[in-house]
């Protein structure tokens, strides 16, 4: 899903989460921070679910990276109004979703036949209980507090048409981090998917003109 991003990222570390056990943000956190080092030329790129982790990592990291970069993502719950619902994604057949839904709610407009194959084949090779357990996660976290926390600045990619993180999350951060520089680009939820050179650019130019560590 990330090919045209990787290859133009050099050196790149991507980032797996694990298929199982089913996890929520504290044990995915614990995993991660035993496996990513952060040093001070470490560019951190935080995606969607992501983001709460990047922030939490970068916070209780001993030394402050390069910079944060988040992406279509939230530090809180994206969708508080939904929060009360979490305990009913139990039941619910994230496999059994029609391929042009799931494509629609994270391509919109951007969505092609390929992308839509591209998805389904990505979704479903993650067991549904862990993600039901993400999108339980997801609603639930409240993790603003810890952006007090992230020493380095701090980047976020605006996607104009996300159907799925609303404008409120990335102003939710910056009432905390009005150091915040934000940029806009035309895309959807899976912005990095469908404009990797905007991104691409947003970010050198964020590098740029910030002050290496």
Same mark, same amino acid.
């Not at 102003?171 to 520089?181: K, Q, S, Y």
């Given at each position: 899903m990330f090919a045209a991003l990787l290859q133009q990222l050099v050196p790149v570390e991507v980032i797996a989460y694990p298929s199982e056990p089913v996890a929520g943000y504290t044990t995915l956190l614990e995993q991660l921070a035993a496996r990513v080092t952060v040093d001070a030329d470490t560019v951190l790129l935080a995606e969607s679910f992501a983001g709460p982790l990047g922030v939490a990592l970068v916070a209780q990291a001993a030394v402050a990276p390069r910079a944060l970069v988040l992406c279509a993502t939230f530090a809180d719950s994206p969708l508080l109004w939904l929060r009360p619902l979490a305990p009913l994604l139990r039941g619910l057949p994230l496999h059994g979703l029609p391929p042009w839904l799931c494509a629609a709610a994270t391509f919109g407009r951007w969505a092609t036949p390929a992308w839509s194959a591209r998805l389904h084949a990505t979704l479903h090779q993650v067991p549904q209980p862990v993600l039901r357990e993400r999108l339980r996660a997801a609603l639930r976290v409240a993790w603003r507090e810890a952006l007090s926390g992230v020493r380095c600045p701090l980047l976020y990619l605006q996607a104009s048409a996300d159907c799925i993180v609303p404008a409120r999350s990335a *102003?939710?951060?910056?009432?905390? *981090?009005?150091?915040?520089?934000l940029v806009r680009i035309a895309a959807p939820h899976f912005l990095l998917q469908v404009a990797p050179e905007a991104a691409l650019a947003a970010i050198a130019a964020f590098l740029a003109n910030t002050v290496a560590r």
């Open positions: *102003r939710r951060i910056a009432a905390l *981090r009005p150091d915040l520089h």
